[in-house]
């Protein structure tokens, strides 16, 4: 009888663990605590120490592994131990909170999943460059622009600091906020998995690319899997937020003509189409001559030039990156509810 007690109790405490991993109301608290809180400072991010154990290893690597195959070898080894680690690591925390308490597992799943989330971090990041152009003092605003950015700001004009910061929203939509809600979606769906564990395997493809995802030494063979492996993970998120886009623009048709026109001339698989589609979107030209470390680097040209890029396409761009977050939320849940229903 208390054997029989034992794996009822089990078994329930099992399906509560499965209820919170999948549960779609994870992904609505996330995108509600996304959007008020965002990430505090204070906060230890997951991010951070990914990036603390991508540092040590990669220090480790080029120390001790030769350039050519053994580097390859490592970053191979980087690449899946982290990615993997990662959503195996953010499962076992949830599973181990919802034994304590289902509810603890709930909020637990929240608020990892909503740091997986960068809408507010990246509306907070424009903004605080925006608030320094209203007051016209450039060399604040290129200051601040320079904590976000890759690309040298000392002598950036006004306009060339607006189209940094077009070109921040278009890559970092992708990257930062439409890719991991994708793979946040596709975890639900998936029995036992969830939202978190794909999200923070993604996120962690993610930070990879942007620490060692380089085409110059010591990175070239050691970032090589890493930068191939995020590629295309985000290769179908990013062809989904260029359709979504373009079917908010009322004019689909030619907003996809100009992405495929455009979208091919950048050397990254992703990025050049994420930016053509706000640039065709909006009706503006993206790209150009950039500056990183003083060395010059002409950017291929996105969209047509037929309007001058304005703090009102800043805002405009903003809010296509919200409404693309939400429907994309409202498809994901609505549709794990009726698949639910119908006993899929």
């Not at 953010?90 to 034994?99: D, N, T, V, Y």
């Not at 909006?282 to 001058?308: D, H, I, R, S």
Request: charged letters at 15%; glycine letters at 8%.
């Amino acid at each position: 009888m208390s054997i029989k007690l034992d794996l009822n109790q089990l078994e329930i405490t099992v399906s509560a663990i499965f209820l919170v991993q999948s549960s779609p109301l994870i992904l609505l608290l996330a995108a509600i605590e996304d959007y008020l809180i965002g990430d505090p400072w204070e906060w230890l991010h997951p991010v951070q120490i990914m990036g603390w154990l991508i540092k040590n290893y990669v220090d480790l690597a080029i120390k001790f592994a030769q350039p050519g195959w053994q580097r390859r070898f490592a970053g191979v080894l980087l690449g899946l131990i982290l990615i993997i680690g990662s959503g195996l690591v953010g499962w076992l925390i949830i599973w181990g909170f919802s034994i304590i308490q289902p509810l603890l597992g709930s909020v637990v799943a929240t608020v990892l999943l909503a740091s997986c989330l960068a809408g507010k971090s990246l509306r907070v990041a424009v903004e605080d460059v925006l608030r320094s152009l209203d007051t016209q003092d450039l060399t604040v605003a290129r200051s601040r622009l320079s904590l976000y950015v890759g690309r040298d700001t000392d002598n950036l004009s006004e306009l060339e600091i607006l189209r940094a910061l077009l070109e921040t929203i278009a890559e970092n939509t992708v990257d930062g906020v439409t890719a991991p809600l994708f793979y946040a979606i596709l975890g639900i769906f998936i029995p036992g998995v969830g939202a978190v564990p794909l999200a923070l395997a993604y996120k962690a493809a993610s930070t990879l690319d942007s620490m060692v995802g380089y085409r110059r030494e010591p990175y070239s063979d050691l970032g090589w899997f890493s930068a191939q492996l995020e590629d295309r993970l985000t290769w179908f998120p990013c062809r989904l937020t260029v359709l979504t886009l373009s079917l908010f623009s009322g004019q689909p048709l030619k907003v996809l003509e100009i992405c495929r026109r455009d979208g091919i001339k950048d050397p990254s698989p992703n990025s050049g189409w994420s930016e053509a589609v706000y640039a065709a979107t909006l009706n503006v030209q993206l790209g150009g001559q950039n500056t990183y470390q003083g060395v010059v680097k002409n950017k291929p040209l996105l969209g047509n030039p037929l309007e001058a890029i304005s703090v009102t396409k800043i805002d405009r761009a903003l809010i296509l990156t919200r409404y693309c977050f939400l429907v994309w939320l409202g498809i994901g849940t609505t549709l794990w509810f009726a698949m639910t229903m119908l006993n899929f």
